[in-house]
């Protein structure tokens, strides 16, 4: 028998139902919203408690079994399929918000549960958890990939929002990073370190979150420009200008068009900003007279305001479904929706170069992004019935990667590594990828923890 069937008895002797080896568990645990195939793992836990995933790993562990966490399974570089095969361990039955600490202003809560249903509550207790990347994600799988979105130009990343965590090691010990206190001089920042670590270095099985107070007032609007550069241009002048903007998303002409025939919105097909404002009514007056100005200077046009709550709530929806308007309109093309970060002061030049490139390789390039933080998406598609369109369109995705590197910036500010990003590793970090090869090592000695992501091993 191989190793995993062996560990697969194993864990079928110690978990009992909560072991699945049923193709449709296989199947929708080796999808993923990318174009790579079909990758099924060869069983499913659905661990319960942290104990039961402590189990689950010490026995994978004596029989070199892969293991891979699963959260919701939205991330967008294959970064939780099974490539090696193995057990993935499915987080959403651990979705419990474990104890609420308002007078601290945060929150302990287990890996499985989704941001929305924390915020729903949080709610009525006048806080919230602002990390918002769009897609109802969970908590862990948000601090595995140091997830971030629309209002982290405010608010910050996972990075800056996950204050300690409880991490089950490849070996299957149990330890706690971090604390309840709101810093720490006291050793290795091991909480940032598994932040961002995409279950390589091991499964996270709680979580404490910093929260925030809901704001007095909060009102959204959007503008149109003549064109990406202006619209970029007006986000750079207002982030310099230190205006705490809680969202500023920009959305390309043609993004926009699929949004208005995909949610019914009648936006000017042009280049928009969506911006949200958080703080007292005086506050947000203030901040949006600002900004109206800045617009104004850089040709914008006049804001549409959505100051009740159902039409902030409807603008963002139109924001968040952006990803399947654009692929609507190419419901069987091979979608790769592809991130960068660059400095905010080269924003409008990657953009543009990169909107130029896509145009000379005649494409529409649905380009969105969270611009105040310097970070844009490009959604480019293949045809799938085109030979070689694929590989031709993931070169246009390399050289956007390769275009933030050459401006001082990275190839994912928010999506992260996975399998899509793996091969710009080393010219991103140099000499420091060994570094990162030598901490998964010395964690992972048998490199089972989603193994074959991230980090090339020789
Ligand atoms: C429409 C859409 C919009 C999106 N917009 C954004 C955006 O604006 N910003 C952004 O950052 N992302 C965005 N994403 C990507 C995705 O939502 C994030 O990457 C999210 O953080 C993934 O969470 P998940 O629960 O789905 O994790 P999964 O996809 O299940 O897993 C992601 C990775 O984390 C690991 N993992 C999961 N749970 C754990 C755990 N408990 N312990 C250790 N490792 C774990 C997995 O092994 C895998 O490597 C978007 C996705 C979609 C579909």
């Not at 609007?221 to 003549?226: I, P």
């Amino acid at each position: 028998m191989s190793n995993i069937a062996d560990a697969i008895q194993a864990l079928k002797a110690a978990m009992g139902e909560k072991l699945s080896t049923a193709r449709p568990d296989l199947e929708s645990h080796g999808t993923s919203e990318t174009y790579y195939p079909l990758t099924p793992p060869d069983a499913v836990l659905f661990a319960t408690s942290t104990e039961d995933v402590a189990e689950a790993v010490k026995i994978c562990a004596a029989h070199g079994c892969p293991v891979t966490a699963w959260g919701t399974g939205t991330s967008l570089e294959a970064h939780s399929l099974p490539v090696k095969g193995g057990v993935t361990i499915d987080l959403s039955r651990m979705n419990r918000m474990l104890e609420l600490r308002d007078q601290d202003l945060c929150v302990r809560v287990q890996p499985g549960l989704t941001r929305e249903e924390l915020n729903v509550a949080l709610r009525d207790k006048g806080l919230f958890f602002p990390v918002d990347p769009g897609a109802n994600a969970s908590l862990g799988g948000m601090a595995a990939t140091r997830a971030s979105g629309t209002t982290t130009v405010r608010y910050g990343t996972m990075r800056d929002n996950v204050m300690a965590l409880e991490v089950v090691l490849a070996d299957g010990r149990i330890i706690r990073t971090g604390s309840l206190a709101r810093k720490s001089s006291a050793g290795y920042d091991l909480t940032r370190l598994f932040v961002g670590s995409e279950g390589t270095l091991g499964v996270i099985t709680e979580l404490t979150l910093k929260l925030q107070g809901q704001p007095d007032c909060i009102a959204a609007a959007v503008c149109d420009f003549a064109d990406v550069e202006s619209a970029v241009s007006a986000v750079i002048a207002i982030v310099q200008m230190g205006v705490p903007v809680a969202r500023v998303e920009l959305l390309n002409d043609v993004q926009l068009r699929s949004v208005n025939a995909y949610s019914g919105t009648d936006y000017p097909e042009k280049t928009h900003l969506f911006f949200e404002f958080h703080g007292s009514e005086a506050g947000v007056a203030e901040q949006s007279a600002t900004v109206a100005e800045v617009v104004e200077d850089f040709g914008g046009g006049a804001f549409r305001w959505a100051t009740k709550t159902e039409d902030r709530n409807a603008l963002w929806k139109a924001r968040h479904t952006a990803y399947w308007a654009a692929k609507a309109t190419f419901p069987t093309g091979q979608w790769i929706v592809t991130d960068v970060c660059v400095p905010i002061s080269q924003l409008a030049k990657a953009i543009t170069e990169t909107e130029a490139d896509l145009a000379a390789h005649g494409r529409e390039a649905h380009i969105l992004g969270h611009v105040g933080d310097g970070n844009y998406h490009v959604l480019i598609c293949a045809d799938p019935d085109l030979s070689g369109d694929l590989e031709d369109t993931l070169k246009l995705a390399d050289r956007m990667a390769e275009r933030a590197l050459a401006l001082g910036g990275t190839v994912t500010g928010e999506h992260g590594v996975g399998l899509g990003k793996m091969k710009h590793m080393a010219a991103e970090h140099g000499e420091a990828l060994s570094v990162m090869a030598a901490l998964k090592r010395s964690l992972d000695p048998q490199n089972i923890l989603n193994p074959g992501k991230v980090v090339p091993l020789n």
